[in-house]
């Protein structure tokens, strides 16, 4: 479905007596890729910080406070993937 210029992103299930074909099937596989990409990210943050909720007074600090975990995930992530062309 199409809203504007935004597709919907949802995974298509089968029913009872009417399996996924294969084009829906692709489908699902595509969005499954791009969603886990995303959720490991989450993932690996919630397990360094033990939370996502930030604790602060004022945007400006949460800004920084998330920012700042950003930058340490993005750097983590360019040492593994420098250690794995090495």
Do not use: D
Request: with cysteine; hydrophobic share 35%.
């Amino acid at each position: 479905m199409i809203f504007g210029r935004f597709r919907a992103h949802l995974q298509r299930k089968g029913c009872n007596g009417h399996p996924l074909t294969s084009w829906e099937k692709q489908g699902n596989r595509t969005r499954a890729r791009t969603r886990s990409r995303i959720e490991h990210v989450f993932g690996s943050m919630t397990q360094r910080a033990r939370n996502l909720i930030l604790r602060t007074i004022g945007i400006n600090r949460a800004e920084v406070k998330l920012g700042l975990r950003n930058i340490a995930y993005n750097m983590e992530r360019f040492c593994f993937l420098m250690r794995q062309t090495a």
